[in-house]
């Protein structure tokens, strides 16, 4: 795309900031919508929509009109996330909530990886434009079979609902008698610090998550003059590191730590800010270490357990929205990165070391506050 419409490194920043944020407001969004109006009749939707729009994104010719459907992709398609978390609540209580959400990582992972192999492929043999159009289209599949053998809850096939522990009810001293029940959950997320610091951290996590993602392929392909083929293996360690990691932070919080998701934070913070210096002192043509300090960061990433941490902070019944206002967090976060690295690439002579060393500094700065204040 960059080579045959000619755009810049900001060009291409304000695409991804553009899906990014469309990702932000629709995790804000379909959370609490979801609560209300049903988590699978949002996902199947949110599903299709997204189909449709990465369809309308492939037949653009310039940057407006590849940014705006892609960001409303990222409105549609962030169905996925706060109403499937918010689901998810329903069916397991808190002891088992780590492993639960272990797993989501594990898939999120697994289908980050299928997608990055299938669409450096079709990009490869079909040009940019048809990755827009076959691979979304798995979606589809996806939605039926969420429609055929997903419920709501426990109660919607005869079993007994999850006890609501640790509810937004159990602690109304924190706010003052709500006038709108359907939008007071947001007071009570904005008003408790831990919720807050816990969102900054996220947002934090994904300046490095999408960073890398983002701008990886970049680096190595325009760097280490790799083929997009070659490109694509090198870089794949990252959605391999995002699948390997979920699962076992899950099993070591909920097991080893006894539901504490605190000391994961903080470790996944401090281990990919080393992978992180690793990447700005190796040199791109070193593509074996490389691609192993791709695969330790983006591991590291994923010990992160701020997805769980803020369920456990609001329980089942408002698991989506409180899901939504966090990752809506990281996203606002992910897309000003993708601003701002833009800016760097483009206006310093490409000095991509300072990419990576501002990437080893935000996680360094999520440790500490993370250990500061004990979230």
């Known amino acids: ?91 397991w209580g808190r ?37 827009f159009r076959f691979p979304p289209m798995l979606l589809i599949p996806a939605a039926i079979a969420i429609f055929f053998m997903v419920r709501d809850r426990p109660s919607d096939v005869g079993l007994k609902n999850v006890e609501h522990q640790e509810t937004y009810e159990s602690s109304k001293e924190t706010y003052s008698q709500p006038n709108n029940p359907l939008f007071a959950i947001y007071s009570y997320l904005f008003t408790n610090w831990r919720f807050v610091v816990t969102s900054h951290i996220k947002g934090f996590e994904n ?21 997009i083929e070659s490109t694509a293996l090198v870089t ?52 074996y270490a490389g691609a192993l300090l791709l695969f330790i960061g983006a591991f590291a990433m994923s010990l992160s357990m701020t997805a769980t941490l803020v369920v456990d902070m609001v329980g089942p019944k408002y698991a989506s929205t409180a899901s939504g206002v966090l990752d809506a967090h990281g996203y606002i976060y992910a897309g000003a990165q993708a601003l701002i690295f833009a800016f760097i690439l483009n206006t310093s002579d490409t000095p991509w070391e300072i990419v990576f060393l501002a990437m080893a500094g935000v996680r360094i700065l999520s440790a500490l506050i993370a250990w500061r204040v004990k979230i």
């Open 95 to 131: 002891e088992h909530r780590g492993r639960v959400m272990g797993l989501v990582g594990v898939s999120a992972g697994t289908a980050m990886l299928a997608m990055w192999l299938i669409t450096g492929w079709t990009v490869a043999e079909f040009g940019w434009r048809a990755a």
């Open 207 to 227: 300046v490095v998550r999408y960073g890398l993602t983002t701008w990886a392929p970049i680096y190595y392909f325009e760097e280490a003059g790799l083929s």
């Open 1 to 91: 795309m960059r080579e045959q419409l000619d755009f810049t490194h900001i060009e291409i920043g304000i695409i991804n900031a553009c899906l990014l944020w469309g990702f932000a407001l629709g995790d804000i969004t379909h959370g609490r919508i979801a609560e209300v109006y049903g988590y699978r009749f949002w996902l199947i939707a949110g599903a299709i929509t997204s189909v449709i729009l990465n369809w309308i994104t492939s037949f653009g010719n310039s940057l407006w009109s590849i940014a705006i459907p892609w960001a409303l992709n990222g409105f549609a398609n962030a169905t996925a996330w706060s109403p499937g978390i918010g689901m998810l609540a329903q069916w």
């Open 236 to 287: 794949v360690a990252l959605p391999i590191g995002y699948l390997l990691a979920p699962i076992v932070s899950g099993w070591i919080s909920d097991v080893l730590l006894g539901g504490r998701r605190s000391p994961m934070i903080a470790t996944s913070a401090i281990i990919s800010a080393l992978a992180l210096i690793g990447l700005a002192i190796v040199p791109a043509e070193n593509i």
